[in-house]
């Protein structure tokens, strides 16, 4: 049933909760202090009399007769001296009434001060009696003072009936304005609200409203307003993405039918069509590649790159990677040449940072210059691996632009690439928990990975 109130009401009811208990609690403060004044007030005055008639019965004269007076009566009280065994010496009480302590009391009284509430003969309603044992010229006695406890009972009732008639109307009138109060603190959540239901993906800048106040409600529609910041920031990369792979798919689609329809051609000779067909081959593979290589791209967007980690010795990594490019560098007439101290170890995913190498020194091979140079260090707990070219580099600027997706110089923008090796390059390092990074500190074209020689970070 609670569970389908609004938070408005279950704000009411939380606050009509508490001031139930606070109420309840001051209630019974208040009554128990007063209780205990009164009874404190009652106790005095026992004590003033007592003390009295203590006086009287040491001193010479007839009790009885001097008893009678008003300083040992009052208005619901009474006094009475006993002997020890319970006879009536004097007594403010009509002729006849007994001693106001039973058997059992008389003799707690006879050896010490005795102070009950009991029902007295000759007394409206209770009373509290304050017995003495004391002395006197016939011997020993028990001085008994006593008043009515009436007056206390009706006090006590009378504040308890005004807090059950004016707890409640305290309740209603704090209920009405713990809701008035719970409305207003959650109108910024009600503006929130609605904003939210109408903010769409095809309309981008749309924020949620902020109270003026600093407080709570202020930090979530900021931190619910970085949430879209991001969202939408992920949406236009996707965006981007999409478009810039569709862009990259469209040229060797278009290159292999052109291929495939003059291939249909009766006119085409032998060789004309073998070429056809060699290229067509290519577009094919320049596909698989691309489509292999938005595949690396996508799962690292989604931070599942997969990695398999294993002790590399890094001098035979760069010196088998260089061996795989060195007949493609010959026929340029350049050299690959790998530079690696002994020992040089690292735990690395050896078919990745083959493929990162692979996209660095293909990219120096398609637009450096010279010969390429693979070289390996440590640093501060990284392993540094640099490729190096006697190139002209990338234009002013553009080092931070290099390594993001389908991102090319504009030199490059004929070699053929989809702008996706760099990128890939980014991935596999962030991956290992590290970077990659163009040197600016080098003297030729370098590019550089840095990655953890124990693993990834965590």
């Known amino acids: ?8 009401a279950k704000l009411t009811a939380a606050f009509a909760a508490g001031m139930i208990v606070v109420l309840a609690l001051a209630g019974w403060f208040v009554y128990l202090r007063v ?6 007030t009652i106790d005095d005055g026992l004590e003033a009399r007592v ?7 040491a001193g010479p004269g007839d009790p009885p007769r001097r008893l009678s007076g008003g300083l040992f009566e ?6 009475q001296i006993l002997g020890s065994d319970g006879t009536v010496i004097a007594t403010t009480l009509k002729r006849g009434t007994g001693p106001a302590l039973d058997p059992a009391q008389l003799d707690r009284a006879a050896s010490e001060t005795l102070l009950i509430d009991q029902e007295v003969s000759g007394i409206e309603g209770g009373a509290r009696v304050l017995a003495r044992p004391a002395g006197s010229p016939d011997g020993s006695v028990i001085l008994v003072a006593g008043a009515s406890t009436d007056d206390r009972s009706e006090a006590l009732a009378g504040i308890a009936g005004a807090f059950l008639i004016g707890a409640p109307l305290a309740l209603v009138l704090a209920s009405g304005i713990g809701y008035l109060l719970a409305a207003r603190s959650l109108a910024p959540v009600e503006q929130m609200r609605r904003r939210a239901s109408e903010i769409t993906l095809e309309r981008s800048g749309e ?10 409600i202020h930090r979530l529609g900021e931190t619910l307003n970085t949430m879209l910041d991001r969202i939408e920031a992920s949406l236009e990369r996707q965006r981007v993405f999409v478009a810039d792979a569709s862009h990259e798919l469209r040229t060797p689609l278009a290159v292999l039918r052109a291929e495939l329809e003059l291939a249909e051609r009766s006119s085409r000779t032998p060789q004309e069509l073998e070429a056809a067909v060699r290229s067509a081959a290519e577009e094919v593979d320049r596909l698989s590649r691309l489509a292999e290589d938005l595949l690396v791209v996508a799962r690292s967007d989604q931070g599942r790159l997969p990695i398999k980690q294993e002790r590399v010795d890094l001098g035979a990594l ?5 061996e795989r490019f060195g007949r493609r560098a010959t026929e340029g007439g350049r050299e690959i040449v790998v530079d690696v101290p002994p020992h040089l170890e690292a735990e690395l995913d050896v078919l990745r940072i083959e493929q990162a190498l692979g996209n660095l020194i293909d990219n120096a091979l398609r637009h450096g210059a010279g010969d390429v140079r693979l070289s390996a260090q440590r640093d501060d707990g990284f392993a540094l691996v640099e490729v190096s070219d006697g190139g002209p580099g990338f234009p002013d600027g553009f080092e931070t632009e290099a390594f993001e997706r389908f991102t090319r110089a504009d030199d490059g923008r004929t070699g053929g690439g989809a702008g996706l090796g760099l990128a890939i390059v980014q991935a596999i390092a962030a991956a290992h928990g ?6 600016s500190d080098a003297p030729a074209t370098t590019l550089r990975i840095a990655v953890p020689l124990e693993g990834p970070a965590e």
């Open 1 to 8: 049933m609670l569970g389908r109130l609004s938070i408005r």
């Open 35 to 40: 209780s205990s004044g009164l009874t404190e």
């Open 51 to 57: 003390n009295d008639l203590a006086t009287l019965a």
């Open 74 to 79: 009052g208005e619901g009280g009474f006094s």
């Open 207 to 216: 924020r949620l409203p902020l109270p003026r106040a600093e407080d709570e």
């Open 318 to 322: 760069l010196a088998r990677v260089g």
């Open 434 to 439: 590290g970077r990659a990074s163009v040197a």
